[in-house]
C-alpha cells in the first residue's frame, strides 16, 4: 500500500521557521520525485518545491527561492522542506505529492498534474 504522511505542521510568527516532513513507503522511493505543494480554500493547488530523489535535483516556486530548502534522506524514505523566514501568504495546507515523471511549471515549482500518490496534508499557519 502506498502512503506519504506528512508531518511538522503547525502556528509561527512572521519570521519563523518549520520542516515539513513527508514519510514515504509502498513504492521504489528512488525512482519517483516528491514535491511539496500548498492550497488555500478556494484556491488552487500549487507546487512549492520538489526533488528528484534519482539525481538529487530540486526545484523551488520563485516565491519561495532563498527561503525554502527541499532535502531527502533515502535512508528513511523520507523528504523535508524546511521553511526560514516564513510570510503570512505562505499560510497554507502542505501536501507531499509522488510523481513517476516531474514537470516543472513555468513558476518554478512542480505541476500537480503530474502527481501519482498524495498525501493528506498538514496545516502551516503563520501569524502576522
Known amino acids: 500500500e502506498v502512503q506519504l504522511v506528512e508531518s511538522g505542521g503547525g502556528l509561527v510568527q512572521t519570521g519563523g521557521s518549520l520542516r515539513l516532513s513527508c514519510a514515504a513507503s509502498g513504492f521504489a522511493f528512488d525512482d519517483y520525485s516528491i514535491g511539496w505543494f500548498r492550497q488555500t480554500p478556494g484556491k488552487e493547488r500549487e507546487g512549492v518545491s520538489a526533488i528528484h530523489n534519482g539525481d538529487g535535483a530540486t526545484y523551488y516556486l520563485d516565491s519561495v527561492k532563498g527561503r525554502f530548502t527541499i532535502s531527502n534522506d533515502k535512508a528513511k524514505n523520507t523528504v523535508y522542506l524546511q521553511m526560514n523566514n516564513l510570510k503570512p501568504e505562505d499560510t497554507a495546507t502542505y501536501y507531499c505529492?509522488?510523481?513517476?515523471?516531474?514537470?516543472?511549471?513555468?513558476?518554478?515549482?512542480?505541476?500537480?498534474?503530474?502527481?501519482?500518490?498524495w498525501g493528506q496534508g498538514t496545516q502551516v499557519t503563520v501569524s502576522s
Open positions: 505529492g509522488a510523481m513517476w515523471s516531474l514537470t516543472i511549471s513555468t513558476s518554478g515549482g512542480p505541476n500537480k498534474y503530474g502527481v501519482d500518490y
